[in-house]
């Protein structure tokens, strides 16, 4: 089973709707989740964090966290051409007493924005 | 400006030439990681850095060398490269987690190579 996943897409959303990408995870001591934007050719670029369960939301943007499901969202109103790109989940594990982390992404969400 | 910078951004080489990709943060981040981006297999971690001197491998770190000797510049060698090392290389850093809760990692602008 792969530590995190996502459904690779080609996700299409209309102008101006919300768009829903979600993933899955596979360590239940995982305490860190992070969505990242990446644009074809580009760095990826950090969206929304979130540690605790529940929505956190930031403009346009809202995380939702379950733990118990082990699942985590990102939600996106009024979704503009702009939005076009691929999101990585990403989920950090503790795997050490001493604050050693591994980053795990998911293989990524490609998103297009139809005008 | 807060930043990682990574060179070259773009190298050809051939099979067995020793190449080095170097990596630089001004953040004074603790953490250093390299990973790199094949289609469909997303990033992969190849290998990451606690502190200075304080190195550990990721998950393909075959092929692949490090060093940590100042905390803000971390290389990526690759002794003997080949075809399958072809690849989006990226560098990240970050602040060392606290309390379980990590922090955003920075990436740099990427390095793409092409192994013949």
């Known amino acids: 089973q792969k530590e995190v996943e996502q459904n690779s897409g080609p996700l299409s959303v209309p102008e101006g709707a919300i768009a829903s990408l979600n993933c899955t995870y596979s360590?239940?001591?995982?305490?860190?989740f992070f969505w990242y934007r990446q644009y074809s050719g580009k760095s990826p670029e950090l969206i929304m964090f979130i540690y605790s369960n529940g929505d956190k939301e930031d403009g346009r943007f809202t995380a939702q966290l379950n733990k118990a499901s082990q699942y985590v969202s990102l939600l996106i109103r009024d979704s503009q051409p702009s939005d076009s790109a691929t999101y990585l989940c990403?989920?950090?594990?503790?795997?050490?007493?001493?604050?050693?982390?591994?980053?795990?992404f998911g293989t990524g969400t490609r998103l297009t924005i139809i005008p | 400006e807060a930043q990682v910078t990574q060179n070259p951004r773009y190298l050809i080489t051939v099979t067995g030439k020793k190449l080095t990709v170097t990596c630089s943060q001004n953040m004074n981040h603790e953490y250093m990681s390299w990973y790199r981006q094949d289609p469909g297999l997303g990033l992969r971690q190849i290998y990451y850095?606690?502190?200075?001197?304080?190195?550990d491998k990721g998950d393909v770190p075959e092929g692949y060398k490090v060093s940590r000797k100042e905390k803000r510049n971390f290389p990526l060698i690759l002794e003997s490269p080949s075809p399958n090392q072809t690849s989006l290389y990226f560098c990240a850093s970050s602040l060392k987690s606290r309390g379980g809760q990590s922090h955003e990692q920075y990436f740099g602008p990427g390095t793409r190579l092409t192994v013949t």
């Open positions: 360590d239940r001591g995982s305490q860190s």
């Open positions: 990403a989920v950090n594990i503790d795997i050490s007493n001493f604050g050693n982390e591994k980053l795990t």
């Open positions: 850095s606690m502190n200075v001197e304080v190195t």
